[in-house]
């Protein structure tokens, strides 16, 4: 676990809610390429771990640092912006919008075009807008969805809209990608498509990627590391048959069950 | 000696704050169960006033028999509006929820004012005009008659919404919709019917005002106001928050008015909400609202 | 990512192209509108003249409640001020109409500004409309109370200006140009990364933020724009009108202007356009029944919410997606 550069470490954190401990001294890291997957059951701080990476929640001590800068404790904007990307369980989505506008609105950071210039119609801010839906309709079509464009993302089958969801956040081309809960409402086989795209990720593009499932069978399939939290302590962190054989992660579940 | 006009200045702050607080609780109440303000129901205040009007002058009832008839009359109004125009659009965004209020507090304008034009009306006066003597303070029966009205349905309220079934039904509807969906409460029965109890409590409110003050179609709109700046004051939701918002602004506006100058009355209202919002943005008595992430 | 993938992305950002070439069948509009003062006696004249100044009301409305979201309700005074700004800037300081209008415009935005304060804080709902509210309905009271400088509730008159602003007929000219040229910069504005973000942070501002949108900075932004175009309408209210005083930016201009908003589309730019014109001319009809007119006014509000939630606009939408993009698609 001491590799030199990891592309974010937790290093301590603790996050509490009007005194209660969500959060408990939690420390690991995740490397460029790697496919890390934290479990646990409800309530045990995955999310609350997510929102702190992401900038949704303050932490109250420890340090979180994402290529070598601290992260924590700054706006989830700046975060994003410094290329870590999430995904919401729900609702994170605009489902009255087309999958292409939904992209579009992942690539803001990358159309650096200025109020004054876009009102006045210049030639530049026409051509960033027009290179900007280019590349959304690039990206829709990495993840083979390209034809679904034009559909509004609420008329998508739940896959589908993951996948949007997906190419929204990867649309900067992000060093870390935070996948909460990505197979949620899936049927079995677009669960394994899923994984597979989330390999590819990892593999073809060295993206580190941090992800909460409740599925089993696709954390072990897909996870490099497993990270098991339980009660907001961190209890195991191995490869996932490692961690199938523990019995602190057995009865992390079967204690709550 | 200028001291001395205090006492005078609260008693008469209290009545008109009582009236702001009557229209903020009819505004709770279906705030509590609906989660929507009725930007109408200033006018649906004096629709009540009118009705009342219409049996009591027009019809030559018995006072107390017209205010019944108003009460049950803007039930219905407050019950019908709700099932015929907001349940259709329930799920569309805020704000067209707050133009169909307004727009149906509008068309009740427009139909004052087609009957009775701009003309001053009042309404008589049910119980004798006198004042009781407490020292050197003077309070008239109209402020006994309206803080009895008003304590006294807060009380009920406040019963209704806090100790029994009914209310903490209420309270399980405003905190999960779709929850209490699933437990089997008929939603749509009970948000109807909580428009009609708030249009009800809003012609009580009307009725009060327009004894104390000439009554004009556009009332409505300074009551609608004073009252929404009340539950901004107490908290949006909150039963004893909006009186004593109400009660706040009725006597400093009434204090700012005489101490400081006369031309603040209009604006006092304006003046402290945004002051205490500032201070503390979920108002005196409301919970912090919790963005949801 | 494979090589058919690549060839199709350009492709489909040439219909992109297209759809915008085939929007400027939208041209032929104010075209036609150039022919129309001959045909029309002065009193009509002044009312399409208004019917302008509301085009720039409503979609600079649109702006803040339709496509950020925000229940707030300051536009009455980015109107007020813009419109007291431009009259007394010609009153006081001499200076031609033409010189006020962005002046008038920027007094606006500062406004906006003023009043994106508390959304910026995170306040909404129902506290914001208060406050926003409380913010115009002080600036109404400020009118009334500085008479030295308004002349209070008797209203200032406003100079007679010269050619082209002698005659309702030659400010129609003036003020198609100003429509114009708002519409088009609000339609650029809005079509660019900053009307997405706008979009976003209606939808869902944790998902916005996480998308790398500063939302703050683009709530701020927003009601700055939305103050800077209702605040040039203001200037050309003030020169239409010619007498500017308090009432004209009360609660019922207030619910005038959301009207217009929502009548004619929440969300859509074309359909404040629309809005502006139906809900500025019609009224006139029944001008001289004050209480059917309301009443009219608030049934036809209701049906429309009722029966075409998504505005006027949508009637349209369904004769051409033209009209239909970028508005509420719930």
Redesign the interface.
């Known amino acids: 676990m001491s590799d030199p550069s990891p592309l974010l470490a937790l290093d301590e954190v603790t996050v509490q809610f009007s005194g209660l401990t969500a959060v408990d001294h939690v420390s690991f890291q995740v490397r460029a390429g790697e496919v890390c997957a934290l479990i646990g059951p409800n309530g045990a701080g995955k999310t609350t771990v997510f ?1 702190a990476v ?4 303050r932490i109250h001590s420890g340090a979180i640092q994402f290529d070598g800068k601290p992260i924590h404790n700054l ?3 700046i975060i ?2 410094r290329g870590v ?2 995904t ?1 369980q729900n ?7 087309t999958a292409l ?1 939904n992209v ?6 990358a ?1 650096p ?1 200025n ?1 004054f210039a ?2 006045l ?1 210049t030639r530049k ?1 026409a051509a960033l ?2 290179e ?3 590349r959304a ?2 990206l829709l ?2 993840l083979e969805i ?1 034809h679904l ?1 034009g559909t ?1 993302v609420g008329a998508l089958p739940g896959g589908q809209q993951r996948m949007v969801e997906i190419v ?1 956040a990867l649309a ?1 081309e992000p060093p870390l990608l935070l996948l909460d809960e990505p197979s949620v409402g899936l049927t079995p086989p677009t669960r394994t498509q899923l994984g597979v795209v989330i390999r590819r990720l990892a593999a073809e593009r060295g993206i580190g990627i941090l992800l909460i499932e409740h599925a089993i069978e696709l954390v072990m399939n897909v996870s490099d590391r497993v990270i098991v939290m339980n009660e907001g302590r961190k209890v195991a962190d191995s490869t996932p048959d490692v961690v199938r054989a523990d019995r602190a992660v057995l009865e992390a579940y079967l204690g709550h069950a | 000696m200028l001291l001395m006009m205090a006492p005078q200045l609260v008693v008469s702050g209290v009545t008109t704050g009582m009236l702001y607080a009557l229209i903020g609780l009819s505004m709770t109440v279906v705030y509590r169960t609906t989660t929507i303000v009725n930007f109408g129901q200033g006018d649906m205040a004096t629709a009540g006033a009118y009705a009342t009007l219409v049996f009591a002058v027009g019809l030559g009832l018995n006072f107390g028999v017209a205010v019944v008839l108003a009460i049950g009359v803007l039930f219905a109004l407050g019950y019908v509006v709700q099932r015929a125009l907001l349940r259709p659009i329930a799920n569309a965004p805020h704000l067209a929820l707050a133009m169909m209020a307004l727009a149906v507090g509008y068309a009740l304008r427009g139909g004052a004012r087609l009957e009775w034009g701009n003309q001053f009306m009042t309404l008589p006066r049910p119980y004798p005009q006198g004042a009781l003597a407490l020292g050197q303070v003077v309070i008239p029966t109209d402020t006994l008659v309206i803080v009895g009205f008003v304590l006294l349905l807060l009380l009920i309220l406040l019963v209704v919404f806090q100790a029994t079934p009914l209310g903490r039904l209420t309270q399980a509807v405003f905190q999960s919709p779709r929850g209490a969906a699933l437990v089997g409460i008929n939603l749509d029965a009970f948000h109807a019917v909580a428009w009609g109890v708030g249009a009800a409590l809003g012609a009580i409110g009307g009725v009060l005002l327009a004894i104390i003050v000439p009554l004009t179609p556009d009332l409505g709109e300074w009551v609608l106001v004073q009252g929404f700046a009340a539950m901004a004051l107490g908290g949006f939701g909150s039963l004893g928050g909006v009186v004593v918002g109400g009660l706040l602004l009725g006597i400093l506006e009434k204090l700012l008015g005489f101490y400081v100058n006369s031309m603040f009355i209009d604006i006092t209202g304006y003046l402290i909400t945004v002051v205490v919002l500032l201070v503390r943005p979920q108002g005196l008595f409301g919970r912090r609202m919790i963005v949801r992430v | 990512m494979d090589s058919a993938a690549a060839s199709r992305a350009p492709a489909r950002a040439a219909e992109g192209r297209l759809f915008f070439r085939r929007r400027r069948v939208f041209w032929l509009l104010p075209v036609l509108l150039l022919f129309l003062p001959p045909f029309l006696n002065q009193y009509q004249q002044y009312v399409v003249n208004t019917v302008l100044v509301y085009v720039l009301v409503g979609i600079g409305f649109n702006v803040v409640v339709g496509n950020l979201g925000l229940l707030a309700f300051s536009n009455v005074a980015y109107f007020g001020l813009g419109t007291y700004g431009s009259a007394l800037l010609m009153a006081k300081l001499g200076w031609p109409w033409a010189a006020t209008v962005i002046p008038a415009g920027i007094i606006g935005a500062l406004a906006g500004v003023i009043t994106s304060i508390p959304a910026v804080r995170g306040v909404r709902l129902f506290y914001l409309a208060i406050l926003t509210l409380a913010f115009g309905e002080l600036m109404r009271w400020t009118y009334v109370h500085w008479e030295s400088l308004t002349n209070g509730s008797m209203g200032m008159t406003v100079p007679s200006a010269a050619f082209p602003l002698d005659t309702d007929r030659h400010r129609f000219y003036v003020f198609l140009v100003l429509a114009i040229l708002a519409i088009v910069a609000t339609d650029r504005l809005l079509r660019s990364r900053f009307g997405r973000a706008f979009e976003a942070i209606r939808g869902n501002e944790v998902a916005a933020a996480a998308m790398g949108i500063p939302t703050n900075r683009y709530i701020l932004l927003g009601f700055a724009w939305s103050g800077f175009i209702v605040g040039i309408g203001g200037a050309m209210f003030a020169i239409s009108v010619g007498q500017v005083s308090p009432p004209s930016f009360n609660m019922q201009e207030l619910i005038l202007e959301f009207a217009v908003v929502m009548v004619g589309g929440l969300g859509s730019l074309i359909g404040s356009v629309i809005g502006a014109a139906v809900l500025t001319a019609l009224p006139q009809i029944f001008i001289s029944f004050p209480g059917f007119q309301e009443l009219v006014f608030g049934v036809m509000i209701i049906l429309v919410l009722l029966f075409l939630p998504r505005g006027l606009v949508s009637l349209l939408a369904r004769l051409s997606p033209l009209f239909a993009d970028r508005f509420y698609r719930e």
């Open positions: 929102n992401s900038g949704n929640v706006p989830p904007h994003s912006g990307r999430r919401f609702g994170g989505l605009f489902a009255e919008r506008e579009l609105v992942g690539l803001h950071a159309v075009n109020l876009l009102v119609g801010s807008e027009l900007a839906t280019r309709h690039e079509d990495v390209g464009a509004l929204r900067t």
